[in-house]
């Protein structure tokens, strides 16, 4: 039966044949079996939800908060959500405007099924998170890369960028802060890309899941420069250390939300009342809370940096926001993967091979700095340690 499943081996490969995970769960096993290993491979803070987040949805369970909701997601979050958008963009934007959905990762697949089909294609800036790829393609459209080298700093070659528009492109899809580069779209990158957006009546979705750790708890707006052809997704999962709680969204032109809205009936049914109720509490203390998950990255960030500073053959990328930090290890005579196994079976330090994010990052590593100080500290003299085996 393997012919019935090759379409969707297809959109499902991975960056250059790279899992990106083998290694991550792999240490997570030895982690679990009480080997001494350093994990830096994923992107979920060892911290707790918030504590009244937590207390809300617990008081909605025991209150019987357990059936059907509104497929869009309930009236007052979906009200919080864009007023945090209006307050973020400068322009107005209404419930009307906003879907609750189960991540941001829903929102892009979402997204996608909404804006493309077969014969399409779809533009997305290598570098890009892993699941880019198989949400764009399981649409049928055609991902189109366009790098971001990192002698440009990882930010868009506006001309590449143009070049690759054909009567056939349909949406641009881009993070910013992005990942795994931390790079914050610059003012004029966003105008630049809209610019090209608006000639030739292109979509853009904007992947905003860092937004409310940068600096100021916003980026610059490709939405505040084009509403009609903006979607905007994001989600609590980084912010309020929420990851498992799935709850995101979708901004966009109402039209638009209303076909969200018939695919998330077929796809959802509706996200969880407790886990709403939850969201809601947790916007509520939103400006507090990304505020501290700002102070706790931009901590990090400086120790992490500081560990691997002058390591032989490694040059770490200074992120403008975000969880993560890039190695360049092409220095040391290694590729990424040799080196990221290498490191993992003599020092049990887990990175994330930077090749399973596309074209431009093959000989970096992604390593995760939301971890304890003395951790990442460790984790530095690991990886000096190593570098200066290979010389």
Same mark, same amino acid.
């Given at each position: 039966?393997?012919?019935?499943? +090759?379409?969707?081996?297809?959109?499902?490969?991975?960056?250059?044949?790279?899992?990106?995970?083998?290694?991550?769960?792999?240490?997570?096993? +030895?982690?679990?079996?009480? $080997?001494?290993?350093?994990?830096?491979?994923?992107?979920?803070?060892? =911290?707790?939800?918030?504590? !009244?987040?937590?207390?809300?949805?617990?008081?909605?369970?025991?209150?019987?908060?357990?059936?059907?909701?509104?497929?869009?997601?309930?009236?007052?979050?979906?009200?919080?959500?864009?007023?945090?958008?209006?307050?973020?963009?400068?322009?107005?934007?209404?419930?009307?405007?906003?879907?609750?959905?189960?991540?941001?990762?829903?929102? @892009?697949?979402?997204?996608?099924?909404?804006? #493309?089909?077969?014969?399409?294609?779809?533009?997305?800036?290598?570098?890009?998170?892993?699941?880019?790829? %198989?949400?764009?393609?399981?649409?049928?459209?055609?991902?189109?890369?366009?790098?971001?080298?990192?002698?440009?700093?990882?930010? !868009?070659? @506006?001309?590449?960028?143009?070049?690759?528009?054909?009567?056939?492109?349909?949406? =641009?899809?881009?993070?910013?802060?992005?990942?795994?580069?931390?790079?914050?779209?610059?003012?004029?990158?966003?105008?630049?890309?809209?610019?090209?957006?608006?000639?030739?009546?292109?979509?853009?979705?904007? /992947? &905003?899941?860092? #937004?409310?750790?940068?600096?100021?708890?916003?980026?610059?707006?490709? +939405?505040?420069?084009? !509403?009609?052809?903006?979607?905007?997704?994001?989600?609590?999962?980084?912010?309020?250390?929420?990851?498992?709680?799935?709850?995101?969204? @979708?901004?966009? !032109?109402? /039209?638009?939300?209303?076909?969200?809205?018939?695919?998330?009936?077929?796809?959802?049914? *509706? =996200?969880? *009342?407790?886990?709403? $109720?939850?969201?809601?509490?947790?916007?509520? =203390?939103?400006?507090?809370?990304?505020?501290?998950?700002? /102070?706790?990255?931009?901590?990090?960030?400086?120790?992490?940096?500081? #560990?691997?500073?002058?390591?032989?053959?490694?040059?770490?990328?200074?992120?403008?926001?975000?969880?993560?930090?890039?190695?360049?290890?092409?220095?040391?005579? @290694?590729?990424?993967?040799?080196?990221?196994?290498?490191?993992?079976?003599?020092?049990?330090?887990?990175?994330?091979?930077?090749?399973?994010?596309?074209?431009?990052?093959?000989?970096?590593?992604? #390593?995760?700095?939301? %971890?304890?100080?003395?951790?990442?500290? &460790?984790?530095?003299?690991?990886?000096?340690?190593?570098?200066?085996?290979?010389?």
């Amino acid at each position: 039966m393997k012919h019935r499943f +090759a379409p969707i081996e297809h959109w499902i490969a991975h960056e250059g044949g790279v899992d990106p995970w083998a290694i991550h769960w792999e240490a997570r096993q +030895a982690k679990d079996r009480g $080997e001494d290993v350093i994990l830096l491979s994923v992107g979920d803070p060892p =911290i707790d939800t918030p504590v !009244p987040v937590v207390d809300r949805a617990v008081a909605a369970l025991r209150s019987g908060d357990t059936h059907y909701t509104e497929i869009l997601g309930k009236m007052p979050l979906r009200e919080r959500i864009a007023a945090m958008h209006a307050e973020r963009t400068g322009i107005p934007c209404a419930a009307e405007n906003v879907a609750v959905l189960a991540g941001t990762q829903n929102g @892009l697949f979402i997204s996608s099924l909404c804006l #493309a089909s077969h014969g399409d294609e779809i533009i997305t800036i290598d570098p890009m998170y892993t699941t880019y790829p %198989a949400s764009i393609q399981a649409s049928g459209a055609k991902l189109v890369r366009v790098p971001a080298h990192a002698s440009m700093g990882f930010h !868009p070659d @506006l001309k590449a960028l143009e070049a690759a528009v054909t009567r056939s492109t349909r949406a =641009i899809f881009l993070a910013t802060p992005g990942n795994p580069t931390g790079v914050i779209l610059s003012e004029s990158d966003c105008d630049g890309i809209v610019d090209i957006a608006k000639r030739h009546g292109l979509w853009i979705v904007s /992947d &905003e899941v860092y #937004a409310g750790i940068a600096d100021g708890n916003r980026v610059p707006s490709l +939405a505040a420069r084009l !509403p009609d052809q903006v979607i905007t997704v994001g989600s609590l999962s980084k912010s309020h250390a929420m990851t498992g709680w799935r709850v995101g969204w @979708l901004i966009g !032109p109402a /039209d638009l939300v209303k076909l969200v809205e018939e695919l998330a009936l077929c796809m959802l049914y *509706g =996200i969880p *009342g407790f886990i709403q $109720e939850a969201a809601i509490a947790a916007m509520d =203390i939103r400006v507090e809370t990304e505020r501290k998950m700002h /102070d706790y990255c931009r901590v990090r960030r400086d120790v992490l940096y500081r #560990a691997v500073a002058d390591i032989p053959g490694v040059q770490a990328l200074w992120p403008d926001a975000g969880m993560f930090m890039l190695l360049d290890v092409r220095g040391t005579g @290694l590729g990424s993967a040799a080196f990221l196994r290498g490191l993992f079976e003599t020092e049990k330090v887990s990175l994330l091979d930077g090749a399973a994010f596309g074209r431009e990052t093959d000989g970096f590593l992604r #390593a995760c700095f939301a %971890a304890e100080p003395a951790e990442l500290e &460790e984790a530095g003299r690991r990886i000096r340690r190593y570098a200066a085996s290979l010389a």
